[in-house]
């Protein structure tokens, strides 16, 4: 019989839009914050991407982002955030306040998710640059950890 896993430890996937630099570095600044190494960043047009989520239509995936559980539960856009807050550093009384207002939390998701083309466009492309290689590192990392 195998050893139960331990809830403490299992890996959580974030699926993110790739091609969005908001939403590269959004997702970087967040990876600093797990210690743990508990998220494993997979890019929503990848093979793996396209597979965790083949039962939405391709408009429906990159319209948020999605975190799933070591379980297989998908909570998408604002209904993310929860979860994902406690699993980093510091984000448990975040996480607390952002689910005790699931309502206003999702309202300010989609106004973010709605104009990050134009929040984009603020970020310096080394910014940019500098996410997309910190989500390798940590990527590569859950890899070699054998969590992915």
């Known amino acids: 019989m195998a050893p139960a896993a331990d809830p403490e430890t299992e890996t959580w996937t974030a699926l993110y839009d790739a091609d969005c630099g908001f939403c590269r570095a959004t997702l970087a600044g967040l990876l600093a914050l797990d210690l743990g ?72 998701y989609r106004w973010v998710a709605g104009h990050r083309t134009k929040l984009s466009r603020l970020l310096p492309s080394g910014a940019k640059a500098r996410a997309t290689g910190r989500i390798a590192r940590h990527a590569a990392e859950a890899e070699r950890r054998g969590r992915g």
């Open 37 to 108: 190494r508990r998220v494993r960043p997979v890019a929503i047009q990848s093979p793996e991407g396209s597979t965790v989520l083949a039962d939405l239509d391709p408009a429906a995936r990159l319209a948020s982002w999605h975190l799933v559980s070591p379980a297989g539960e998908r909570f998408s856009a604002g209904a993310g955030a929860p979860p994902l807050l406690r699993l980093l550093a510091g984000g448990r009384v975040p996480a607390a306040v952002l689910a005790a207002a699931p309502r206003p939390t999702d309202r300010a």
